[in-house]
């Protein structure tokens, strides 16, 4: 079963702003996945492709040049990465509640979790916040998540953004 999934970027608290021009394709739930996880903490140890269902709070992973997302190419966050899993949420069932209303969950769940994750306020963060999110064709295979991601500007980062207060 494919479906599209679509990235947003929340350019300020309360603007979004859209890339899922730039950034939507096909996913597949049946990707197989390629990242090692230790045991016990699931934190990621070897880095490899993921499928984006199987995303976890806490996963990093490398730019995404692609125009099709069925995986993530996801590292151990101690590696150079663009950007970092900071919450996952689902919206609740029933009918497509169109681009506007998911854009708008996407920005109030990612916005509420950031300062928690971050523990800084989001206005006050260098950090940017992405998500990506369902889009209509998915929505209709049973797509409810939204993967609310952040990345630091300035560019690719080593090590964890959570409780750094950046």
């Known amino acids: 079963m494919d479906t599209s999934r679509l990235i947003h970027r929340l350019l300020a608290a309360g603007a979004v ?3 899922a021009v730039a950034l ?3 996913v597949s739930f049946t990707a197989p996945s390629t990242v090692e996880r230790d045991e016990e903490s699931q934190e990621v140890v070897e880095g490899g492709n993921a499928d ?5 709070v806490g996963d990093c992973f490398t730019e995404v040049t692609e125009t099709e997302i069925n995986q993530l190419p996801v590292v151990p966050c101690g590696e150079s990465h663009d950007y970092e ?10 009918e497509w509640p169109g681009a ?23 206005e006050e963060s260098v950090f940017i916040a992405d998500s990506i999110d369902p ?4 929505w209709g295979d049973g797509d409810r ?17 959570e409780g750094t207060a950046r």
């Open 135 to 138: 889009s209509e064709q998915s």
């Open 52 to 56: 984006v269902f199987a995303i976890a």
């Open 24 to 26: 939507s394709g096909c």
């Open 85 to 94: 899993v900071f919450h996952l949420f689902d919206m609740p069932d029933g």
């Open 145 to 161: 998540e939204i993967i609310c991601i952040l990345s630091d500007p300035s560019g690719p980062t080593e090590g964890s953004a």
């Open 100 to 122: 506007e209303a998911v854009d708008a969950a996407a920005e109030e769940g990612c916005l509420s979790a950031f300062e928690p994750f971050v523990g800084i306020s989001y």
């Open 17 to 19: 702003g859209t890339l």
